[in-house]
């Protein structure tokens, strides 16, 4: 079977974590420690060599010196660069940790490695400030471990909620911040929340409906409503629910615990009204019906073809 390129194996359907180090066989070390050697010698020149170009570089610039002569020590620092990866100094491995929306294709253009190329002349840095422009990437580390593998370690956005505004949907993450690129339609279960300042807030709902994981799954979107409070869908005909100003997370335990206790969400309800502390107004399907206009009953998930960036 034939080898497979450190690319071939990053692009595979899980990034590559490691595996377990090989016994250390010590007459396999002996027989080709000298070959073993020699490789550190050139090795070591190419780095000296390298050295010394920049320095030279630096030091003609200061001096004025004309640019054919500059062109010549770059010359020597690429030769040198081309030796240390024949010498064993060359990408032979791509290891990434943390990788789960980020297409793997993607983070090997952002490094712009390639096998075989010298690993003394990749760049960390600037590889790590190329992976943390990418959507789904929150921070990364990038380090060169010789002799030939580069280590990515990526934490990614985490999506939490979709997001609805004028017809349009997108992926938000923890901090409220749009996914630029990600798929709504890969979220389907999350909770839609609606209306223009929704992001800011959402992460509160989120963590306010955490208490209460049997109601938090009814959820099926959450409209902001004049930018002070929310309203909440339940899905599969449920009641709309209307969730005061002050204190929310009140109200969502209120309406948890009647539903444990009496089935609320269950009933023929078409409003659930929480915004009184003291009581609660319920409206029934049959009442909305008679008070509703004319046309198509409405959900309270939006309903259409979800459209991204």
């Given at each position: 079977m034939p080898r497979m390129s450190p690319i071939a194996r990053l692009a595979g359907a899980a990034p590559r974590l490691g595996g377990a180090r090989r016994p250390v066989v010590r007459r396999r070390i002996a027989r080709f420690g000298w070959l073993r050697s020699r490789r550190v010698a050139i090795a070591a020149a190419c780095i000296g060599a390298i050295a010394l170009a920049i320095a030279g570089l630096g030091a003609l610039h200061r001096m004025g010196v004309h640019e054919a002569i500059a062109d010549g020590v770059r010359g020597v620092g690429d030769s040198a660069l081309r030796a240390s990866a024949q010498a064993g100094l060359g990408v032979r491995e791509i290891v990434v940790v943390g990788r789960r929306f980020t297409p793997a294709q993607d983070i090997v253009a952002a490094t712009r490695?390639?096998?075989?190329?010298?690993?003394?002349?990749?760049?960390?840095?600037?590889?790590?400030?190329?992976?943390?422009?990418?959507?789904?990437?929150?921070?990364?580390?990038?380090?060169?471990?010789?002799?030939?593998?580069?280590?990515?370690?990526?934490?990614?956005?985490?999506?939490?909620?979709?997001?609805?505004?004028?017809?349009?949907?997108?992926?938000?993450?923890?901090?409220?911040?749009?996914?630029?690129?990600?798929?709504?339609?890969?979220?389907?279960?999350?909770?839609?929340?609606?209306?223009?300042?929704?992001?800011?807030?959402?992460?509160?709902?989120?963590?306010?409906?955490?208490?209460?994981?049997?109601?938090?799954?009814?959820?099926?979107?959450?409209?902001?409503v004049a930018g002070r409070r929310w309203d909440l869908a339940i899905?599969?005909?449920?009641?709309?629910?209307?969730?005061?100003?002050?204190?929310?997370?009140?109200?969502?335990?209120?309406?948890?615990?009647?539903?444990?206790?009496?089935?609320?969400?269950?009933?023929?309800?078409?409003?659930?009204?929480?915004?009184?502390?003291?009581?609660?107004?319920?409206?029934?399907?049959?009442?909305?019906?008679?008070?509703?206009?004319?046309?198509?009953p409405q959900s309270g998930r939006p309903r259409g073809t979800i459209r991204g960036n």
């Amino acid at each position: 079977m034939p080898r497979m390129s450190p690319i071939a194996r990053l692009a595979g359907a899980a990034p590559r974590l490691g595996g377990a180090r090989r016994p250390v066989v010590r007459r396999r070390i002996a027989r080709f420690g000298w070959l073993r050697s020699r490789r550190v010698a050139i090795a070591a020149a190419c780095i000296g060599a390298i050295a010394l170009a920049i320095a030279g570089l630096g030091a003609l610039h200061r001096m004025g010196v004309h640019e054919a002569i500059a062109d010549g020590v770059r010359g020597v620092g690429d030769s040198a660069l081309r030796a240390s990866a024949q010498a064993g100094l060359g990408v032979r491995e791509i290891v990434v940790v943390g990788r789960r929306f980020t297409p793997a294709q993607d983070i090997v253009a952002a490094t712009r490695l390639r096998e075989g190329a010298p690993l003394l002349a990749f760049d960390p840095s600037m590889a790590r400030a190329e992976l943390e422009r990418m959507p789904w990437i929150r921070s990364a580390s990038v380090e060169r471990r010789f002799p030939g593998t580069v280590r990515i370690d990526i934490v990614e956005r985490r999506p939490v909620a979709l997001w609805q505004d004028q017809g349009r949907f997108a992926v938000l993450d923890e901090d409220g911040r749009e996914i630029r690129g990600a798929d709504p339609g890969a979220f389907p279960q999350f909770i839609v929340v609606i209306g223009p300042d929704a992001p800011r807030h959402a992460n509160e709902l989120l963590r306010l409906l955490a208490h209460e994981p049997d109601l938090a799954g009814r959820v099926s979107s959450a409209s902001r409503v004049a930018g002070r409070r929310w309203d909440l869908a339940i899905a599969d005909g449920g009641p709309r629910v209307l969730l005061p100003e002050a204190d929310p997370g009140a109200a969502i335990a209120r309406l948890a615990e009647l539903h444990r206790r009496e089935r609320l969400l269950d009933r023929s309800l078409a409003q659930v009204d929480l915004r009184l502390a003291d009581r609660i107004a319920l409206r029934p399907l049959a009442t909305a019906a008679a008070d509703a206009p004319a046309g198509p009953p409405q959900s309270g998930r939006p309903r259409g073809t979800i459209r991204g960036n």
